[in-house]
C-alpha cells in the first residue's frame, strides 16, 4: 500500500512512448523493463518507439514486440490513451515537434528531464521497493529462527542482547522488549556460564579473537537434575571485517549426555564381566586340585581327627568357592530365549544365592 495514492489496482494505466535513439535510450528501456520497476510501477507500460525519418532502432533485446512508428501523428493515432512520451535523442530535436502535435493531456519530456526523472524515479521507489523486500526477507529469516528447538541469541560486543528466538520466549516468560538490553548472563544466570576451569565463555573468546567458540556447560534445574548445554558462539562482522555482534546458540544435550554416560558405564561392566570370567576359569583350575588333594588326605588312615576337621574344612570352603565360581560363569555365559516352563522358586533361590555373595 501507498498511502499517497493507493494500491496498484488502484491506478489508471498509465502508458508511454519513447522516441528517438540517443544514448539515454539504453538506460531508460533497461530501467522501465527491470523486475523492481515494474513490480514497484505495474501500471506503468511502454507501448511504442517513434523512429522518424533517418532513425534506425539498434538490435536491442529490451526493444523487440515494441510497435515502432516513423512519425508522431501515427503513434498519438494508434495509441490514443497515450499520457507520456520522452523524447531520448541526444540532442532534444524532437522535442518541439513532438509537443506540436501532442494531443491534449499527453505529456512530451525532452532527453535532460528524462535522464533526471530517471535517476529520481530510480533513487526514491527503489528504495522503499528494497526497503520492502529487506522486510520480507527478515520476516522469513525470523520465522525459520523462531521455528529451531535450539536457545538463539543476537548479543552485541558488550553482553547485551539485541534479539532472541521464540524458543527463550516460550522457555522463560515475557516478550522480547523484556529482554532486548538485558546481559546475557539473565537468562539462565551467572552460574550457566563456564568458569575458566573448563575452558571459559565462548561468548568472551569470540569477542576477543573473532572466530567461532563453543562448550559445554552445566546447569542444576529446580528438581536438583544436572543438564548439559553445548554452546556455540558465531561472530558477526561488518563489510569491512569489524566484529558488531555474537549470535549465540544454546542446545539442550543433557538426554544425549546421559545416554553416552550410561553408554560408557555398560562398555565398563562388560570389560568387569569378561575380566570376571576370564578370572572365574583362571581359579577354577587350582580349584580342582585343591578339592582332589583335601579328598586324598580325608582318605589317608593316618590323619588324626584335628587334621581331618581342618582337611574337612578345606574340601567345604573349595565347593563353596566352586559354586560361587559356577554361578558367575553361568550368569556371564551368553544364553539365547526359549518359551518354556521354569522354576521360579529355583530361579529366585539361585538370584538370592548370587546376590548374597557379597553380604
Not at 493531456?105 to 528504495?127: H, K, Y
Not at 523486500?133 to 535450539?150: C, G, H, K, N, S
Not at 522480547?176 to 537468562?187: N, T
Not at 548445554?229 to 549470535?247: A, C, E, H, K, M
Amino acid at each position: 500500500m501507498n498511502r499517497s495514492t493507493g494500491t496498484s489496482h488502484d491506478r489508471r494505466p498509465f502508458p508511454l512512448a519513447v522516441a528517438g535513439t540517443g544514448r539515454p535510450l539504453g538506460p531508460m528501456l533497461t530501467f522501465l523493463r527491470r523486475r523492481d520497476f515494474t513490480d514497484a510501477f505495474p501500471w506503468v507500460k511502454l507501448v511504442a518507439v517513434v523512429l522518424p525519418h533517418g532513425m534506425d532502432l539498434p538490435p536491442m533485446p529490451l526493444a523487440e514486440g515494441l510497435p515502432r512508428y516513423g512519425d508522431a501523428a501515427t503513434l498519438f493515432a494508434s495509441h490514443p490513451d497515450l499520457r507520456l512520451i520522452l523524447d531520448l535523442t541526444d540532442d532534444g530535436s524532437l522535442t518541439d515537434g513532438l509537443r506540436a502535435s501532442a494531443p491534449p493531456g499527453v505529456s512530451v519530456v525532452g532527453p535532460d528531464s528524462a535522464l533526471v526523472l530517471l535517476e529520481v524515479m530510480a533513487s526514491e521507489r527503489m528504495c522503499g521497493s528494497c526497503n520492502v523486500q529487506l522486510q520480507q526477507a527478515r520476516d522469513l529469516f525470523a520465522t525459520l529462527i523462531d521455528q529451531v528447538d535450539e536457545d538463539i541469541l543476537l548479543i552485541d560486543t558488550e553482553g547485551h542482547i539485541l534479539d532472541l528466538n521464540r524458543n527463550i520466549l516460550e522457555r522463560k516468560g515475557g516478550t522480547k522488549d523484556d529482554w532486548v538490553g538485558a546481559c546475557c548472563k539473565e537468562i539462565d544466570g551467572p552460574d550457566f556460564c563456564a568458569p575458566p576451569e573448563r575452558g571459559g565463555c565462548p561468548f568472551r573468546e569470540t569477542t576477543a579473537t573473532g572466530r567461532k567458540a563453543e562448550r559445554i556447560h552445566t546447569k542444576v534445574d529446580e528438581e536438583g537434575r544436572v543438564r548439559y548445554f553445548r554452546v556455540y558462539t558465531y561472530p558477526v562482522q561488518d563489510q569491512n571485517g569489524r566484529l558488531t555482534s555474537i549470535i549465540e546458540m544454546r542446545r539442550d544435550i543433557t538426554n544425549r549426555t546421559n545416554m553416552e554416560l550410561r553408554l560408557q558405564q555398560s562398555e565398563k561392566l562388560a570389560a568387569i564381566g569378561e575380566l570376571a570370567t576370564y578370572i572365574a576359569h583362571e581359579i577354577r583350575n587350582p580349584l580342582f586340585a585343591i578339592g582332589g588333594f583335601a579328598n586324598s588326605l580325608l582318605r589317608l588312615p593316618t590323619l588324626d581327627e584335628t587334621a581331618r576337621g581342618k582337611v574337612q574344612v578345606i574340601l567345604e570352603e573349595s565347593r563353596r568357592l566352586d559354586n560361587i565360581l559356577r554361578s558367575i560363569l553361568n550368569f556371564a555365559r551368553p544364553t539365547t530365549s526359549k518359551a518354556g516352563k521354569a522354576d521360579l522358586n529355583g530361579v529366585v533361590r539361585q538370584t538370592l544365592e548370587l546376590m548374597a555373595f557379597g553380604f
